[in-house]
C-alpha cells in the first residue's frame, strides 16, 4: 500500500506476551517457533476484526485485480473459494434452460 506506516516487520510493544512465548519455548520440548505464533495469531485477528462489509470490499478489490491474491487470502481465507463457487453455481443456473420447471397446468 503506498502511504502506508507500515513497513516489512509489524513492531509492538509485547511485555508479558513476550514472556510468555520466550517461557513456551523453554519448556515446549522442541521449542516454539515464535514468529509462526505471531503471524498465525495476527491472521486470526485480521480476520475477527472483519465485518461482513469489509469482507465484500477485499473481494471485490481482488476480483478487479487491485489485490493480490495473497493478501486475499490472508484477509478472506477459504472463503474466496466459497464464493467463487456459488458465483460459479449461480452463473451456471442462470444458463440452463427453465423451460422443463413449468408445470404443465392440467386444469387443477
Known sequence: M????????IQFRAGAEKEAAELLDEIHIGG???????????IE????SLD?????????????????EDVARV????KIDQVEAEIDAFESAMKRDTSAFLAQNDGE
Open 45 to 48: 485477528m485480521l480476520r475477527r
Open 75 to 78: 484477509l478472506l481465507g477459504e
Open 32 to 42: 516454539v517457533n515464535v514468529s509462526e505464533l505471531a503471524r498465525t495469531g495476527l
Open 2 to 9: 503506498s502511504g502506508s506506516s507500515y513497513d516489512k516487520t
Open 52 to 68: 461482513e462489509q469489509d469482507e465484500i470490499a477485499v473481494y471485490e478489490r481482488y476480483s478487479r485485480g487491485e489485490i493480490d
